[in-house]
């Protein structure tokens, strides 16, 4: 039996794991990927740390996938042997509850799934999905290039094309990550004035060229009042996990501005509802997309040139592809390579 390796965790905190499994075959109406690269999100840490709950270990992390469909089960429409395909962190769903029905599969109530949660994902050599997770990339996009679109891109690209801010408005973007800098490159492609906030000032001219017109460094500045000297925020767009960064920015939204949580912090956020109420602001939070989401996030990346800024590692360096991440000193993106 051919084998592949694996990158596991056997429990929440426990250290990643370099084993070797079978290569098994995809079941009904599931595909088998030959993975090329996949992308160390922010999320994975969910899986690492056991921070979503029912996890059953030993779990395999990873939900920027892109690779080579490799093995078609049974009943799978649509999808050949060789075609190039992604797995993000949308990982499944029913197909026939209201919201699927409507065409909204994040949002499925029955049956959704988180690829590298729910089953495993691409820290690996192959992972199995259900057809219905699968994207296909376009030609023009390496699968380095390919593999973070898939949660950080689609994420960001997703919840500004949605948010209702218009060409030209003020939108900020809070926190510049894996999904901020990808942010920032989405907003002013999208035709945004774009506001980039992140603590220190080493960032500030990175953001600039990947198209940001102001930077506020919310350590040393008060954001909101920033934001307010700017005309206000149409939307802020919030990937920093840090409720407290979140609440310091809140008051920058203009009137009828919305704040959009992709961000995932412990703690509870702090609200004021006067200035909500007055300014008829909302919040909202935003999860990822769907498969056809990430597949017009990737179009538009190739049309425009948003590309992540991408640290390489070997699939076996997991383990330090994360911590660097973790510690917010990874450039900007790690995504894991399993050519050998
Ligand atoms: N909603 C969704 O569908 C979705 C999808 C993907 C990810 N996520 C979540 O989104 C968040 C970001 O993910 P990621 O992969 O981009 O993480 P990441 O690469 O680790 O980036 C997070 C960034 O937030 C910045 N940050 C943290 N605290 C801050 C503060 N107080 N002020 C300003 N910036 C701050 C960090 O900046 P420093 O460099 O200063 O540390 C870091 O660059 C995570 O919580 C992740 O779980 C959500
Ligand atoms: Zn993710």
Redo the contacts with the bound molecule.
């Keep these: 039996m051919v084998k592949m390796r694996v990158m596991q965790v056997t429990r929440p905190g426990g250290p990643f794991e370099l084993v070797e499994r079978e290569i098994a075959d995809p079941g009904p109406g599931h595909v088998r990927i030959k993975v090329e690269a996949c992308g ?4 994975d ?2 899986t690492k740390e056991g921070m979503w709950p029912g996890i059953r270990y030993p779990r395999v992390p990873g939900h920027e996938i892109a690779g080579i469909v490799d093995a078609v089960g049974e009943g799978v429409a649509g999808w050949t042997r060789g075609q190039r395909a992604g797995v993000g ?1 949308h990982g499944g769903h029913c197909g026939y509850c209201d919201s699927c029905r409507r065409g909204d599969f994040v949002t499925c109530q029955i049956a959704f799934q988180v690829t590298g949660i729910s089953y495993d994902g691409g820290y690996a050599d192959y992972m199995i999905a259900p057809a219905g997770a699968l994207a296909l990339i376009p030609e023009g996009l390496s699968a380095v290039d390919a593999a973070p679109l898939m ?2 891109g689609v ?1 960001t690209f997703n ?1 500004l094309r949605n948010s209702g801010a218009r060409l030209g408005e003020l939108v900020a973007i ?8 990808l942010a920032i490159q989405y907003a002013a492609k999208m035709g945004f004035r774009v506001v980039a ?4 000032t080493d ?1 500030e001219p990175f953001v600039r060229k990947l198209g940001a017109s102001h930077y506020i460094d ?2 040393d500045q008060d954001p909101a009042q920033e934001l307010l000297k700017l005309g206000g925020a149409r939307v802020i767009l919030a ?4 409720n ?2 979140i609440s310091a920015v809140l008051d920058g939204l203009g009137v009828n501005g919305k704040l959009i ?5 412990a703690e509870p956020l702090q609200v004021s509802s006067i200035p909500l109420i007055m300014g008829r602001r909302s919040i909202m ?5 769907s498969p056809i989401d990430s597949q017009d996030a990737l179009s538009f990346s190739v049309l425009t040139g948003v590309r992540a800024m991408t640290q390489v590692f070997p699939l076996e360096r997991a383990a330090e592809a994360y911590d660097l ?6 450039r ?2 790690a995504v894991l390579t399993t050519a050998q």
């Design positions: 160390v999100c922010h999320s840490a969910m962190w949660c950080a994420t919840s809070l926190g510049v990550g894996g999904l901020g800098h906030i992140a603590r220190g960032k919310n350590n990937t920093a996990p840090d407290t960064a949580i992709v961000g995932v912090a939070g935003w999860p990822s997309g991440m973790m510690s917010g000193k990874v900007f993106r």
